[in-house]
């Protein structure tokens, strides 16, 4: 069983010895391993029982190792990294051989981000070699916002899961391509639409679920194990018998007795931050279904709602 803590150097001679960690970032947990060790990499396949055809982000200490392992960078990503770096925002640009074709399975761009988080940061600082990492769940499930999260699915897969405490946005970073001189969001995450339009103008989404561009856009992810619709949630608590399903409601109590709700603030910072913690949370209920309802479809709150969609199509 993973062993939990806080030691970074323990950490550290794992990744040196090509073992898989769980390091905190500021979006989600990621099960790290050497980016350029192909047998690390091929392993943290094997963890996360995740088809080899869905590319890993690969994690860099800051902006000026990117050219060491891209190229032909757009000036438009330049912009964005400057202004968003160390932060919830990926960058696909063209890698260079230096990266393992497994690591971007085949593709000739590689996912790469600089993560906010002190202790993945002084690890990244350390290393000779950068971090990939995808969240740390089983393919296809919710993912982990807390240490407790990662230790619950795959703790008798890895050895350590590095302690950083709740993680602060609590949803994927936003995936962010170029184009022929478009900028083109592939995944709604932690910095929002608005946020990159305001650095490099009108942007493309490509984010739609069921629209396969990017082999991660699958339509049905980050899924609870139990049914979960997303609708008017005053509208159907009219229509089930409340003692056997369980609410996710944005802002409001609808005083059920099997209920989470992510900011009653109604604070979509709030509730992003408590999302994949509550979906964990509803699905130990005892209940047969989960009933959600949209956020404001807004900033953060599309990437909620991306989120919300993606978990409720099964
Ligand atoms: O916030 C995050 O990005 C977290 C933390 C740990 O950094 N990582 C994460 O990784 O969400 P993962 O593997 O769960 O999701 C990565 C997504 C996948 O949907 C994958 O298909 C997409 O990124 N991706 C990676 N490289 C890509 C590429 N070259 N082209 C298109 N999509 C890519
Ligand atoms: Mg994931």
Redesign the pocket.
């Known amino acids: 069983m993973a062993e939990t803590g806080t030691d970074i150097s323990f950490a550290r001679g794992l990744l040196q010895k090509g073992d898989l960690v769980a390091v905190p970032?500021e979006?989600?947990?990621?099960l790290a391993g050497n980016a350029l060790n192909v047998d690390t990499v091929a392993r943290i396949f094997e963890v996360k029982n995740r088809p080899s055809f869905?590319?890993?982000?690969v994690?860099i200490y800051d902006y000026s190792q990117l050219s060491k392992y891209t190229m032909n960078i757009p000036a438009q990503a330049e912009r964005l990294a400057k202004e968003f770096w160390p932060g919830?925002l990926?960058l696909?640009l063209k890698k260079r051989s230096i990266i393992p074709d497994l690591v971007?399975?085949g593709?000739d761009?590689?996912?790469i981000?600089c993560?906010k988080h002190a202790m993945t940061q002084n690890l990244l600082k350390t290393l000779d070699f950068p971090l990939a990492?995808?969240?740390?769940n089983p393919f296809g499930f919710v993912?982990p916002t807390k240490a407790g999260h990662v230790t619950e699915q795959l703790g008798s897969k890895i050895k350590y899961v590095l302690d950083g405490g709740p993680c602060t946005i609590g949803i994927?970073?936003t995936?962010v391509?170029f184009e022929n001189n478009k900028t083109v969001v592939?995944?709604l995450?932690?910095i929002s639409v608005e946020q990159i339009e305001s650095v490099v103008g009108d942007v493309e989404l490509t984010t739609s679920p069921g629209v396969l561009k990017?082999?991660?856009?699958l339509k049905s992810h980050y899924s609870p194990a139990k049914k979960m619709f997303v609708a008017d949630i005053e509208r159907a608590i009219e229509m089930v018998d409340l003692q056997r399903v369980a609410l996710l409601s944005f802002q409001k109590d609808h005083k059920a007795t099997h209920q989470v709700i992510l900011s009653p603030t109604g604070d979509l910072t709030e509730a992003a931050k408590n999302l994949f913690d509550a979906l964990r949370r509803l699905d130990k209920m005892p209940v047969d279904l989960i009933i959600a309802e949209f956020v404001p479809d807004e900033g953060i709150g599309r990437a909620i709602n991306d989120r919300l969609r993606r978990a409720s199509a099964k």
């Open positions: 970032t979006t989600v947990y990621g869905d590319p890993l982000i994690h919830p990926t696909l971007t399975s593709l761009t590689v996912g981000r993560p990492a995808p969240s740390a993912s994927e970073s995936i391509g592939h995944r995450g932690g990017a082999p991660g856009q």
